[in-house]
């Protein structure tokens, strides 16, 4: 009996990366890419657990605290999305976009965080409308009875952190490999887009910018599919059953870890030029 075998392999690369492997973090997965094997086939796919919740950069929360705690601020527009891009099915862009709305919550979470909390001093600016309004209104209400009307002074930061996100590109590379054997059949793809941020360190008193970092991230989705195909009852009846499974990384990680290496990096580059010193 003759076996026909029909195998099909894609691997499309608009791309290339500086690094051997690409780590990929998502909610509940983790995927490693190993480049090195697209010559052969799609990439090994390993699945690890991640969460959202804790800081996805292990350095940045152990990174030794600062002498001297600097006092950073950042603004609701100091550092948000450029890119406009909206979501895609592989078909048709959708209406949501691509990219969260307030990238500056994980911005604060990751200066808040670095050192354990003992780095940085993050002043309030996001909200601060809502802040002075409730100062006034404390004032304005220990006048009427009389009482002490004085609050403590704002918190006030020798340094802003600007930037925002430049670039969210989709589908820069993307691959497959299937194989089919006497009506078995087995398929893998993967596909990737890319986020690049920047960070912006700037000297309230001159307006000079300190420090500026740019920071790439990849985003993976990687799927993988079976199926059957069978002529059964002397080959009047037809049998097919399909399977599979897909893995989407949270674009909301990809650009956590992106903002956390950046902090991280300015971190480093500040000890460098002497803004700040390790205790």
């Not at 790439?216 to 399909?242: H, N, P, Y």
């Not at 956590?256 to 991280?264: D, M, R, S, T």
Request: aromatic share 6%.
């Amino acid at each position: 009996m003759k076996k026909l075998i029909s195998l099909l392999m894609l691997v499309s690369v608009s791309a290339t990366a500086s690094d051997n492997e690409i780590f990929v973090d998502q909610v509940g997965a983790t995927a490693n890419i190993d480049l090195e094997q697209l010559g052969s086939g799609i990439p090994n796919i390993i699945i690890k657990s991640s969460s959202i919740l804790d800081l996805q950069s292990e350095e940045l929360k152990n990174v030794r605290p600062a002498k001297r705690k600097p006092v950073i601020a950042i603004y609701p527009n100091s550092f948000r999305d450029h890119t406009g891009q909206r979501k895609s099915n592989g078909q048709f862009a959708l209406f949501s976009t691509a990219i969260t709305q307030a990238p500056e919550a994980f911005l604060i979470r990751a200066l808040k965080h670095a050192a354990d909390g003992k780095f940085f001093q993050v002043a309030e600016r996001v909200g601060l409308d809502s802040l002075t309004k409730e100062r006034q209104l404390i004032r304005s209400t220990r006048d009427s009875f009389e009482e002490d009307s004085t609050v403590k002074p704002l918190l006030l930061a020798g340094l802003l952190l600007q930037g925002g996100v430049l670039s969210y590109d989709s589908n820069i590379k993307s691959g497959g490999l299937g194989a089919r054997a006497l009506g078995l059949g087995s398929s893998k793809e993967y596909r990737e887009d890319l986020i690049t941020i920047s960070l912006r360190l700037v000297s309230v008193s001159t307006g000079e910018v300190l420090i500026e970092v740019l920071i790439s991230k990849t985003v993976t989705s990687a799927g993988v599919s079976q199926d059957l195909f069978r002529f059964i009852s002397e080959g009047t009846k037809l049998i097919e059953v399909e399977g599979g499974v897909a893995a989407n990384e949270s674009s909301a990680i990809a650009l956590q870890k992106a903002i956390e290496a950046g902090v991280l990096e300015i971190i480093k580059v500040g000890i460098t030029r002497g803004y700040w010193r390790y205790e």
